[in-house]
């Protein structure tokens, strides 16, 4: 009986230590700091730089699930936020140089109380004088930005609109003040604007040639009429043409949000700087979608510079040519083996391109040593090209490859009837 009690006793206390062990050890993983560590360090990671987009690993880890890395990655936004992403002191200085802008226009419409019917259209519908014609006034409203203390503010041409009557600039500290067109360049669709007054709070001028994929921006505007609003978002894109808006388009997308009315006011980044004219959205509902597009401030302030010191933007011609996209049916029409190019389909005679030796058919490739994409590149490096050179082409035509001089002129001097 007692050998039983000492064995028991000796089995007891075996069973202790050994449970003693285990909860030592499981205590130790926990408070490990290895653990712990290696998934603060990653959330702190992904939120460091404000200005910056995520880090890759992150947005990996965010596809993950179950990861710590995952787990890091559904943190960051608080993360982000307890960083300082903080807009409040850009937003609050940059508005004031953001106003709003009034312009009323004359349009002619026909006078016809028929005009809508479209049988009496078919029937009737080349014959203006039959009713006559009417003028209706019509009110286009949008944003400004402020680029000099002395009155001058870049908007957009849309904004401003054709046969201007009046136009009215509402600035931030709520003086409406009537404004005269400087000078438009619907090419760019940018148009520049002039108050009599002075002192004027100034957006200064970003370079929009080192803007980068996720930087962050604001847009400043007034859409809706809803004066001073501020939106976020990043680059979601550089260089995007062959959108519609005008003939010269190199827009920066974003997502920050842009809706009616935003037109011509501000693309800035988080250093306070403007860095875009924003212009249009693409929306299947007339509303934001995400997809916002804005005038790089580098073409802006160049335009604007031109409509102050001359009232016309001087850009380099070659005289009147219509080019369009290679399509694949026209690479195999014309013999291409690719789809890169700007087919000319139509020029004028008296044009300096048809001096040159460019025909009707030729495929133009390269321009100064520069592939050509698209139509909308070579007419990008035409207008930008200096007047008074002469730059180098090179053309397909049936097959050959044909090295023509091209001078480029002014605009105003070129010979543009067809």
């Given at each position: 009986m007692?050998?039983?009690?000492?064995?028991?006793?000796?089995?007891?206390?075996?069973?202790?230590?050994?449970?003693?062990?285990?909860?030592?050890?499981?205590?130790?993983?926990?408070?490990?700091?290895?653990t712990s560590s290696s998934t603060s360090t990653i959330a702190s990671a992904s939120a460091a730089p404000a200005s910056a987009a995520p880090a890759p690993e992150t947005s990996q880890a965010a596809k993950g699930g179950s990861s710590p890395t995952a787990t890091a990655a559904i943190a960051a936004p608080s993360a982000i936020a307890a960083s300082?992403?903080?807009?409040?002191?850009?937003?609050?200085?940059?508005?004031?140089?953001?106003?709003?802008?009034?312009?009323?226009?004359?349009?002619?419409?026909?006078?016809?109380?028929?005009?809508?019917?479209?049988?009496?259209?078919?029937?009737?519908?080349?014959?203006?004088?039959?009713?006559?014609?009417?003028?209706?006034?019509?009110?286009?409203?949008?944003?400004?930005?402020?680029i000099s203390s002395d009155g001058y503010i870049v908007t957009n041409n849309h904004v401003v609109g054709e046969n201007v009557r009046e136009i009215t600039i509402t600035l931030p500290d709520k003086r409406e003040i009537k404004g005269k067109v400087v000078g438009t360049d619907p090419t760019t669709d940018i148009a520049l604007l002039k108050i009599p007054v002075t002192g004027l709070p100034v957006v200064p001028w970003g370079d929009s040639g080192q803007l980068k994929v996720g930087e962050w921006v604001l847009a400043i505007g007034s859409p809706f009429q809803l004066s001073q609003t501020v939106t976020a978002g990043i680059v979601s894109a550089t260089g995007r043409a062959q959108l519609?808006?005008?003939?010269?388009?190199?827009?920066?997308?974003?997502?920050?949000?842009?809706?009616?009315?935003?037109?011509?006011?501000?693309?800035?980044?988080?250093?306070?700087?403007?860095i875009g004219i924003n212009t249009g959205i693409f929306s299947e509902s007339g509303g934001y979608q995400g997809i916002g597009f804005a005038v790089p401030s580098n073409l802006a302030r160049r335009i604007a510079d031109d409509l102050m010191k001359y009232g016309e933007v001087r850009r380099g011609s070659i005289g009147y040519i219509g080019i369009e996209r290679v399509t694949p049916q026209l690479a195999e029409e014309y013999g291409l083996s690719n789809t890169n190019g700007a087919l000319v389909n139509?020029?004028?005679?008296a044009s300096e391109a048809y001096d040159a030796g460019i025909r009707p058919g030729d495929v133009i490739v390269g321009f100064n040593g520069q592939s050509i994409d698209d139509p909308s590149k070579f007419f990008r490096l035409v207008a930008d090209a200096k007047i008074g050179t002469t730059a180098a082409l090179k053309v397909l035509r049936n097959g050959r490859t044909l090295d023509l001089k091209l001078p480029i002129v002014s605009t105003s001097r070129a010979r543009r009837q067809g």
């Open positions: 007692a050998m039983r009690r000492l064995v028991m006793s000796a089995v007891l206390v075996v069973a202790g230590f050994m449970a003693g062990v285990v909860m030592t050890g499981r205590a130790h993983t926990a408070s490990n700091p290895s300082g992403l903080d807009f409040t002191r850009v937003a609050g200085q940059a508005v004031k140089g953001v106003a709003n802008i009034s312009s009323l226009q004359v349009v002619r419409t026909r006078a016809s109380p028929l005009d809508n019917d479209p049988f009496f259209r078919y029937f009737f519908g080349g014959e203006d004088d039959f009713f006559g014609s009417r003028d209706r006034r019509s009110l286009s409203l949008g944003s400004g930005v402020m519609g808006f005008a003939d010269y388009e190199d827009f920066v997308q974003t997502d920050a949000a842009i809706n009616p009315g935003n037109s011509g006011g501000a693309l800035i980044n988080v250093r306070g700087e403007l139509r020029m004028s005679r």
